[in-house]
């Protein structure tokens, strides 16, 4: 038999703890007390088939309303729940777009120079008390001062020796800093000295001593009487001042087209030689290219390789991380 007080007692009882209810977890709590498989109210109405079979059909009808009203007091509750729940999580997830960035790599102190910046200078610094003035170029270079005023004319075997990226007829990526050279005799009168630091690019398989886009600095000296003994000279000075001790180079022949005699200057590094720091004295072709008279002036040259150089200073053992951006890796130079 069903009692009516117990089914009053049930809608009131549920009502007043649904809506006292402030989690969704209690709520669902309550929902299983009620109408779950033992709930409250799943009791009552396993309770209507012992009804006697001519009331049965009104408090069947009394059971489902209580069950109704129970149901959609249950679903407001629900909606009121998960929209605070909403509203909270928005709250707090809510970006302040006017707060200052907490990134880590911008966190991450007063910036330093790159150690290729650093090499630079300290070279600058050496060639000025050397009586040498630093001077820029193009990096998006003429053929013709890249090559032709170089001696190495339109299809010479040498234009090989550096693979070139060319933009457009007669324009390209400087692969060599020596491009300088003509530009400089056509601007500034003998005796003259000068070094040109910067970047160079070439269409180059990469590996650890070579990259795409490098840095090199060319040196060059005119003057009356310059011998292979002044150019011997400078770049002894320029790798004990660099260095700060003796080290160990070797000097053998080497072809540029625009030298005569060439030389690479080779130094040992991480167990084999490298090379570093070719040279020779100005080809008089080159001279004549910049207006000076061979016969009266003579010049030695030099195409530091400066990025194998800092290799070699800070014992790099890949070209390829100077350029890497990484900043565990810069990091060390701070
Ligand atoms: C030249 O570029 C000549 N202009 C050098 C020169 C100047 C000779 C003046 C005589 C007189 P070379 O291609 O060898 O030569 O390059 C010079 C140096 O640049 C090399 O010794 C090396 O240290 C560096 N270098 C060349 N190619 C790369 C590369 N892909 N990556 C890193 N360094 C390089």
Known sequence: MIDAAELDQVQADSAREI???????ELESLRISLLGKKGRLTVLMKGLKDVEPDKRKEVGA??????????????????????EALNKRLASEAIDVTLPVRSPILNTGPGSLHPLTRVQEDLERIFET????????????Q???NFDALNIPDS??????????????????????????????????????????????RYERMDATHEHTFYQMEGMMVDRCVTVGNLIYFMKTLLREIFGSEQKIRLRPGYFPFVEPGFEL???????????????????????????????WQGFAFGLGLSRLVMSRYQIDDIRHLQGCDLRFLQQFS
């Open 19 to 25: 809506a006292a209810c402030s989690e969704l977890a």
């Open 62 to 83: 009394q059971l489902n309303a209580a069950k109704v009203g129970v149901e959609g007091k249950l679903a407001e509750k629900l909606q009121e729940l998960q929209s």
């Open 130 to 141: 050397l009586g040498f003035s630093v001077v820029d170029g193009p990096e998006l270079e």
């Open 143 to 145: 053929e013709y001062y």
């Open 156 to 201: 010479h075997p040498a234009r090989d020796m550096q693979d070139t990226i060319w933009t457009k007829e007669g324009t390209l990526l400087r692969t060599q800093t020596s491009a300088i050279q003509v530009r400089a005799l056509e601007r500034l009168k003998p005796p003259l000295r000068i070094v040109a630091p910067g970047r160079c690019f």
């Open 266 to 296: 080779d130094i040992w590094f991480q167990g084999r030689w490298l090379e570093l720091l070719p040279c020779g004295l100005v080809h008089p072709k080159v001279l004549e290219y910049g207006g000076i008279d061979p016969k009266e």
